[in-house]
């Protein structure tokens, strides 16, 4: 598992994936190696292959956050925003202040057209965690699409703030 982590974070995705395969054969209990296979698979575009392990995770420990969070984005991805909705909502219900799920949450609000519900979250996800740059830029997009430009454009120097590199917020 550790090993899986270290080279995720050197860019050797096929080895990681590698090692928390082996890790959950030694044993398959590992919630956590199943949530970081998740992740790992995911960022290979396998969300198929992603979704089954944040599933096997949860059900390992159903309080396992993180795991319904990656679950909701991989289900968002497939485009079953209700069902990745569920699963922030899940998350939510753990720690509420788990600010990577209200933006998310946001996001998936957003794509259904409920910008106020998305606004809610965006600001919650701000107030939790204020240097999050990517909550930023999304609710410069919330606050756009509900025609308050200056704000929006406050929204968006902040996430360039936060991370100069953010094209979304260029």
């Known amino acids: 598992y550790n090993i899986g982590i270290a080279l995720e974070k050197q860019g050797k995705r096929d080895d990681a994936i590698d090692h928390y395969r082996t890790a959950i054969r030694i044993n398959p209990d590992y919630a956590q190696a199943h949530n970081n296979l998740g992740?790992?698979?995911?960022?290979?575009?396998?969300?198929?292959?992603?979704?089954?392990h944040?599933?096997?995770a949860i059900r390992i420990d159903p309080l396992?956050?993180?795991?319904?969070?990656?679950?909701g984005n991989a289900l968002s991805r497939m485009g079953k925003t209700q069902e990745a909705i569920a699963h922030y909502n899940e998350a939510l219900l753990i720690n509420p202040d788990l600010s990577e799920a209200h933006n998310n949450i946001?996001?998936?609000?957003?794509?259904r057209g409920e910008?106020?519900?998305?606004?809610?979250?965006?600001?919650?996800?701000?107030?939790?965690?204020?240097?999050?740059?990517?909550?930023?830029?999304?609710?410069?997009?919330?606050?756009?699409?509900?025609?308050?430009?200056?704000?929006?454009?406050?929204h968006y120097r902040e996430a360039l703030r936060l991370d100069p590199g953010l094209a979304e917020a260029h």
């Open 39 to 52: 992740i790992a698979l995911a960022n290979a575009d396998r969300v198929g292959e992603a979704i089954l």
């Open 54 to 56: 944040y599933q096997k």
């Open 64 to 71: 396992y956050e993180e795991a319904h969070n990656n679950l």
């Open 106 to 111: 946001g996001a998936a609000f957003f794509n």
């Open 115 to 154: 910008i106020d519900d998305a606004i809610a979250h965006y600001v919650r996800a701000l107030e939790i965690s204020p240097g999050n740059s990517r909550a930023h830029n999304n609710l410069g997009l919330a606050l756009q699409k509900k025609g308050r430009i200056d704000d929006a454009v406050a």
